[in-house]
């Protein structure tokens, strides 16, 4: 895998959306926030296809995203990255994960996991999430198997490999710390909370989140703005990244922004599951546009005003935003 080097701290950001489906409003949020971003620290902004999971996405939706995106004005300052083109690079990673120890094969289905952890001892509830049969004993070979990362270890490395700033990163008894720009200060306990999670599936797919940290270390990102609603991975990414970044004696500072998520009227979040609209590319761009603004506490622009000039007053509103939060850092 490339050297990390850590000491580059140009901003570079990413929107990365999963071809699941076309772009909504919730969509449109999170791409116009990592964009003004990125355009306001005088960054680059790189659009990222995450079509890992060949069984939910679909050509068709890459290129209609990546249409609506330009009709939004939301161009990538990169050549546009496809997960699916990448398996060299994930594999790679999980050979290295493979020698070190890091993870372990699984043959559990979820149904036996879930009968495993009701019937837990009262004692055992203490004990890490998961410590089934395949943490310790080698996998049945004619089963498919899923391979999990050993969470223990994983928060381990985090520990003593993390040399970053301690009131950024910090990291007490078994849980991971991290701050978010919007969120303040953020922990879970990861052993107990989450345990050993999968990083390749029994269907032989690369899991998300192994796919997320290979490309956001490869692609020395900097700056992950996304939904609230990716908050909770934060520390499975983190604990991967010690795993992954093992030679390196400092690790990339990964500052997060968790945007708000557009709501449904009966408060469930806006999703392609639930039947939210595309978004439209023949009305006004400037009417949805001015939607995201408003969330995301800009004011609107007049629908006559040009796109480029409406993205540019909100790239210098926010950048008065990013000054707000360096004179008062995040609570
Ligand atoms: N592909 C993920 C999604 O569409 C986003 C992943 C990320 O930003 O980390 O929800």
Known sequence: MKPIDAT??????????????????????????????????????????EDIDTTRCQDQWSQAILHQLDFYGLRSDQEVVYQSKRLALYQNAFEQLQ???????????????????????????????????????????????????RSDVAVSLWQTKNSLPPNYFNQKNSHILWQDR??????QDLIHEVGDFVIKRSDGLFAYQLAVVVDDLHQGITDIVRGQD???????????????????????????YHCPLVLHTD????????????????????????????QLGL???????????ALNNWTLNWHQKIIFEKIRPTQ
Request: proline share 6%.
């Open 8 to 49: 580059d701290t140009t901003y570079k950001g990413r929107f990365a959306p999963s071809p699941t489906g076309p772009l909504h409003a919730g969509s449109l949020l999170t791409a116009l926030a990592s964009y003004l971003d990125a355009k306001a620290h005088g960054g680059q902004w790189i659009i990222r296809i």
């Open 99 to 149: 020698k070190f120890e890091l993870i372990y094969p699984c043959s559990c289905s979820r149904k036996q996991i879930q009968h495993y952890l009701e019937n837990q001892t009262q004692q055992a509830k203490h004990q890490p999430i998961y410590l089934g049969p395949c943490k310790t004993q080698a996998a049945k070979p004619h089963q498919a198997w899923a391979w999990r990362l």
């Open 182 to 187: 919007l969120l303040g200060e953020q922990s």
């Open 230 to 256: 990716l908050a909770d991975n934060t520390a499975r990414q983190l604990a991967l990244l010690s795993c992954l970044g093992t030679s390196e004696k400092v690790l990339p500072i990964w500052r997060y």
């Open 267 to 294: 408060g469930e979040k806006l999703s392609k599951q639930n039947g939210a609209q595309a978004l439209s590319t023949t009305e006004n761009p400037l009417i949805a546009l001015n939607c995201a603004a408003l």
């Open 299 to 309: 004011p609107t622009q007049a629908l006559n005003t040009s796109l480029a000039a």
